[in-house]
């Protein structure tokens, strides 16, 4: 038994759980009479919705089949060959539910080697061998491909890419060193670094081709049959596959450089994925691939035993599974179908959410506000962005016709809401002209209709306390950009019945959002969490420490945007206004910062200017450094990091005592997709945990051992 084998049969016996992955091996004559091809095809006996992967006993399948495709490689019984997918799946990577489990360091190891162990047989047969990426791929489904002499894409491929470094790993069979000898560095940082720290963006069939990973691209229908005619053509001399020369010099080194520069502003040296995929592309600017393949295990194997990758496939783990399932939901059984919508308001924000429940209900939506000129405005806004889309070619001229035929806007609530099913307002944050909106639709609605507030911290139980049917009333609070952000805070008010409550969270699916039930409390979480977060940043200036320094003191959590940029982002006014809220709700937590007041009275939309001359880089504004009113306690980067997380914490800790939500990962849930709080934190919790910081103010930690953690 060879090592690679005793290896995998050790590591599978870790993973009794594996989605087993086959190799099938068949046979065929190629076109033109070109010999004898091997066609390996990878499948895990599931259809497209259970994607293919990469766990020790699929890698020993992979591995008996190479055995088989070797003997007849060295017996000059095939030319040459392949490997592909399933339908519309080639392979998605490393089987992430067993690297869960690995408590060892040696184990972790074991994964690495066991990986490229099997993939660079690949191109050490003595035939040429070819990858046909057939359907989405992945990590080490890219990488399998990565090791092959030749590679075609189909035009049809929806996603393809390299996500470790957003999970907290890196490409580690083969990808980092590979793939820059392959395309050059350049490229081959954009790909592992740029995007995936760029919420894992991903790749199409073309543009795999366009970077030069693919050497031909085919249509899909006939993707295998054309690609397996161009394989002939390889082999006969008929087509000759070129690539560019790398540039192994200066151009190699600013591509490490802009890439480092990169993680910086992504994750401002808090998490060490990316630098360690940097540094073995840098390496690898020799060519020498085994010295890179041995880097690659090395740092899989410590980032595997490091908290950033357990963060990262919990937060994964949140977001697709948890988020598709949320806890505490009724029975959907209860849910009542929506047939026409109604919204209150036409400006900015009505406007959105009109255009995402036409987009996705695609039922008739009508909206209303207090004048014509208001009505118009938000119909408009929704045909432009409708014209928009027709534009880049996301719709065609029917269905922009259509979607611009189901929205409408009129003055009167009585014609406009008379059978709507579902009625949504997001007019001005001010608890007495909700109540009177309230009032006015539940007069005009149907006696079924759901009428739902998108307040972002107001209490929906005392809006609908002076309804007759108050238990109809439900918060539907989105997180702007609505397009954008995928989080939808469902707040059950204090009447609300199950079948209101069944119908917004089949709303919220139909709207492709990730629904997270809360209780009716101020700010619910999102808003709740942030202002205490950004109330002690506040704190802190206000007390004397520099502006600078506090927020300095917060990047080490590698945060999408500073404290302050993201409240330029919110609007200092709605910062304002939500402390104001939960300062009345707990005065002896939450503060109302006069500084902050100071510049929202001034009008100014932030505390920074930015200046074309310096980069545009953020800058106090002069402006408001001369409104600002200081005390003269100056803290030290640490200290303000402490005192911002304690305060976190222990938030945190009294809404899960109040069961704001059912359990932690819901608020990381919530900040994941509400806030874009990074993979790599997995939410909030796991570093408050890893950091001691929830042991130190609440006495335990959030999170048992293992969840989000090495187990202990």
Known sequence: MSTTAELLKGAAELFPDEVVTSAHVRHFELPAGAGRFALITLDNGFDHTKPTTFGPQSLANLNAAIDQVEA????GEIVAAGITGKPFIFAVGADLKGVELLRKHDEALAIGKGGHDVFKRLSALAVPTFAYYNGAAMGGGVEVGLHCTYRTVSKALPAFSLPEVFLGLVPGWGGCAILPNLIGAEKAVQVIIENSLNQNRQLKGKQVFELGIADALFEGADFLEQSLIWTAGVLNGSVAVERPEIDRGEGWDAAVAKGRAIADSKVHGAAPAAYRALDIIEAAKDGDLQKGFDAEDQALADLIMGGELRSGIYAFNLVQKRGKRPAGAPDKSLARPVTKVGVVGAGLMASQLALLFLRRLEVPVVLTDIDQERVDKGVGYVHGEIEKLLGKGRINQDKANRLKGLVSGVLDKAEGFADADFIIEAVFEEMSVKQKVFAEVEAVAPAHAILATNTSSLSVSEMASKLRHPERVVGFHFFNPVAILPLLEIVRGEKTDDASLATAFGVAKKLKKTAVLTKDAPA???????TRFMGEIQNVIDEGTSVETAEKAIEPLGLPMSPLVLLELVGPAIGLHVSETLNRAFPERFTVSPNLKAVVEAGKRGFYVYKPENGFKPELDPEVAALLKQGDTVLTEQQVRDRVLDAVAQEIGLMLEE?????????????????????HLGGITPYLDREGVSE????KRFLAQGVASVPA
């Open 72 to 75: 007849e490689a060295a017996n």
């Open 524 to 530: 619910f979480v999102v808003n709740r969490i942030l």
């Open 659 to 679: 069961g704001v939500v059912a359990e932690a990962q819901d608020i990381d849930l919530c900040l994941i997709t509400g806030a874009g709080w990074p993979f």
């Open 696 to 699: 130190r103010v609440n006495g």
